[in-house]
């Protein structure tokens, strides 16, 4: 159950999270999630799940976005507490399935493949429901996750290969049939190797969007990133915003 979901995220992978994670920091990149959320939130507020280290969170409340976080690693909470900004942002420490912070929120939102830290389908409905409990009528939720690459493994294949650098390799193992990854993180330090794990639930966009009508939401729009480039069959990603129907 979603209350003795194991916390990976965890001592020295949250310390050394925002170092191995360069890409998702780019500035331009950020810029864009940013622009895309402050619109919808308008002027409303906005709840991040699985805040982190609050790489989102942190520019979104200094463009005036009054922004609360939930998050369920202490480890990672304590970095975003640690950044210059971060006394704006209310975080509380728990599960994203199950949760509650007081309040309305124009906007939730959840970033960068986290649904798929909930392994059962259950979870990721629950996590849809905690969402929308906490939206006004007509506000939205957003998820970006990828698709699932079945398209890009060889038949026979069960692992991909998604970054390979001197500094670091990683690849996902994929079991298609039970919806199942495991992503394998390699990092080559001055103090040696270092290995991580996470294991995550492939789920299609179809599925999200019968997620969110349990939910009482609706979908919105449906692009392939940020800067609103139409989702097509050959986009690897998606940014889907549902909106709550009020009925």
């Known amino acids: 159950m979603s209350e003795e979901r194991k916390n990976l995220f965890a001592g020295e992978i949250a310390t050394h999270y925002d170092a191995d994670s360069t890409d998702a920091f780019d500035p331009g990149f950020v ?27 942190l520019p979104l409340s200094e463009r005036g976005v009054p922004v609360t976080g939930i998050e ?29 912070v007081d309040g309305g929120f124009r906007l939730v939102y959840l970033v960068f493949n986290t649904i798929g830290n909930l392994l059962s389908q259950d ?11 906490h939206l006004e009528p007509g506000g939205c939720f957003v998820i970006e996750v990828i698709v699932p690459p079945l398209r890009r493994l060889p038949p026979g294949e069960s692992s991909l290969v998604f970054t390979l650098t001197p500094q670091r390799v990683g690849y996902d193992e994929i079991d298609v049939a039970n919806q199942q990854g495991v992503s394998h993180h390699i990092w080559f330090r001055e103090d040696g190797p270092k290995r991580f794990a996470t294991p995550w639930r492939l789920v299609w966009p179809a599925e999200l969007d019968l997620m969110a009508r349990i939910a009482g939401m609706r979908l919105r729009e449906r692009w392939q990133d940020w800067d609103r480039s139409p989702f097509t069959s050959e986009s690897f990603k998606h940014v889907s915003v549902w909106e709550k129907t009020g009925d």
């Open 31 to 57: 810029a864009r999630t940013v622009d895309f959320l402050a619109e919808l939130a308008g002027e409303g507020r906005a709840l991040e799940f699985a805040i982190g280290t609050g790489r989102i969170g």
């Open 72 to 100: 369920l690693s202490s480890d990672m909470a304590r970095q975003l507490k640690s950044k210059l900004g971060s006394d704006a942002i209310d975080i509380t420490i728990g599960d994203m399935t199950s949760t509650r």
């Open 123 to 133: 979870e990721q409905v629950a996590c849809f429901c905690n969402a929308a409990a």
